[in-house]
């Protein structure tokens, strides 16, 4: 089966399940989407047990109907397989199936063993799959969903729709696909769920954003490293990250404030064999309260990499005064936005963001982080004060400027602000991407704009090579960015040309006749109008 069709089956599946939360009332409503992200990976966990017994089990190799099989063994015999498998495998027993409920689904009660069995693979799998809170709360897998089904006599019949659309849908062919496909796949399950939700993922990363972030961040690949995002959303910036880096030789550390964002980011990571990294999702306030610690405990962890597209504005004006106190005065040296009269939502949280990065960076980290255009130029307060430690610490690698619409929720013009504390720069390559990409509408109404696969190479080869292209990409010094108030913006170190016009002698000696007639014409005309004007003040009388 090739790429494209099992592509084509997942997202039929997807969509079945979509159909049946619509027929049964739940189609746009707030449990939609924990209803659809969950029994999609309820059948894939299932697929993925099923694919891990069969590799490590050379007599499941070619089995027909493996958890028939399965079923079979006596519970000493099963436990010795299921102690074989990979620890990153959930862990299934024969009743967790997804055809043993397929094969109870006439039972008095169906949506209530539904339920039960989804909650017990949770609770039997909580100590690798679950993700965390702040104050070390385990938050399981799964939860019952058939409760979401406002009728009660309906709820069986959805749960025995749900396992119809699953049961004969296979992942066996999807698990040899990389991260590129399940990037995909994942943009697709959640691309109705990703807008208005969490306090701190306020916009949905496209995948080409992750892209052009990793290839610049990560060129050669590394080893041993860790990778943080501070405002993670549903995880598509430190996954990408993760898949240049190699899945193997990376660490992720997350922390986000939504409940939703860190369910959508388990997925991600589950998806794409970052297991390894679930324990290191945090749900919480990461400005408030970051829980990555160092090894002593004494202080925040250091990373590697760090990436992020925070949200740029929200009110945070319940928390800005404990913000600004003494506790929090080394990690926001360069201060915290005031409480605005009017529209608090306004407040520039994305400056704190940008300062918790800078804090949480190792003495030879990098950073790639999603700024508003705005930024790059605002010449006084806290901007100001960001952009001339950076300069002054010399890790500014570079900045690209993105075309409008890049996100398709918010008409905010975005930069890429890349740090490097690696080494010292004495030079910036500052591009202008913001005509590139071709726009298009998404679900209808929101404008977007895309970006070909030659427009990412050329960015990221304009980058990565600091090549200098007319009106794009300028590769400028820091004594340049000094004496500019420290703009990072491209546009205004693009060279000044006057437009060169060619001619003869004769044109030439016409042109400036024309020229020299308008003026002469010009001066005439004011003459008569200053005798004109004279004539009438001279006849005026005036009184006393």
């Known amino acids: 089966m090739t790429t494209e069709q099992i592509m084509s089956k997942t997202k039929t599946m997807i969509d079945d399940l979509k159909t049946v939360c619509a027929n049964f009332g739940l189609g746009n409503a707030s449990s939609e989407y924990k209803i659809i992200t969950e029994v999609f990976l309820y059948k894939f966990l299932n697929d993925k047990f099923l694919h891990e017994v069969r590799e490590s089990e050379e007599r499941y190799k070619d089995s027909k109907n493996l958890e028939e099989d399965l079923s079979k063994l006596s519970e000493d015999d099963y ?266 939502d306004s407040m520039d949280i994305y400056l704190l963001f940008l300062q918790h990065i800078l804090f949480s960076m190792k003495d030879e980290g990098k950073a790639g982080v999603v700024v508003p255009t705005g930024f790059l130029t605002t010449s006084t307060g806290i901007h100001k004060k960001i952009r001339e430690y950076i300069i002054e610490h010399k890790m500014l690698r570079g900045v690209i400027s993105m075309p409008s619409n890049i996100f398709a929720n918010t008409g905010t013009n975005v930069s890429i602000l890349f740090l490097d504390s690696s080494k010292e720069y004495e030079k910036a390559i500052l591009i202008d991407a913001s005509n590139l990409g071709e726009k298009i509408k998404v679900d209808g109404k929101n404008q977007r704009t895309v970006l070909s696969d030659t427009e990412i190479t050329t960015i990221i080869d304009a980058f990565n090579n600091e090549k200098e292209m007319e009106d794009f990409s300028v590769y400028v010094s820091y004594d340049r960015i000094k004496g500019n108030k420290n703009s990072f913006s491209a546009s205004q170190y693009f060279a000044f040309k006057l437009p060169e016009v060619v001619m003869t002698e004769e044109e030439f000696g016409e042109k400036v006749n024309t020229i020299l007639d308008g003026i002469e014409a010009s001066l005439s005309t004011c003459t008569n109008l200053d005798k004109e004007l004279r004539d009438i003040m001279g006849g005026i009388k005036w009184g006393n």
């Open 79 to 344: 436990e010795l397989l299921l102690a074989s498998l990979p620890p990153a495998t959930a862990q299934l027993k024969k009743e967790h199936f997804i055809s043993y409920l397929f094969n109870h689904k006439n039972i008095e009660k169906f949506d209530e063993l539904f339920d039960n069995t989804l909650v017990d693979i949770g609770n039997y799998n909580i100590d690798v799959f679950s993700v965390k809170t702040g104050s070390e709360d385990k938050i399981r897998l799964f939860d019952a969903l058939s409760v979401y089904v406002t009728e009660r006599n309906k709820r069986a019949d959805f749960c025995k729709t749900m396992i119809d659309k699953i049961v004969d849908f296979s992942f066996e062919d999807a698990f040899a696909q990389k991260y590129d496909f399940f990037a995909v796949i994942f943009e697709y399950l959640i691309k109705d769920y990703n807008k208005d939700f969490g306090k701190y993922a306020e916009y949905y990363t496209p995948h080409s954003i992750a892209s052009i972030i990793a290839k610049i961040m990560v060129p050669n690949g590394a080893k041993n490293v860790t990778a943080y995002d501070p405002a993670a959303g549903s995880g598509t910036l430190v996954l990408a990250l993760a898949h240049e880096i190699g899945e193997d030789n990376c660490t992720i550390y997350t922390q986000d404030i939504s409940q939703k964002s860190n369910e959508f980011l388990r997925l991600n990571l589950i998806l794409n064999n970052l297991v390894h990294s679930l324990s290191n999702v945090v749900h919480g306030n990461t400005l408030l309260q970051p829980e990555h610690l160092n090894k002593k405990k004494d202080g925040l962890m250091k990373f590697d990499f760090i990436v992020s597209n925070p949200p740029f504005n929200m009110d945070f004006s319940d928390d800005r005064d404990t913000l600004a106190g003494k506790n929090y005065k080394e990690r926001f040296w360069a201060g915290v936005p005031k409480i605005p009269k009017k529209k608090k």
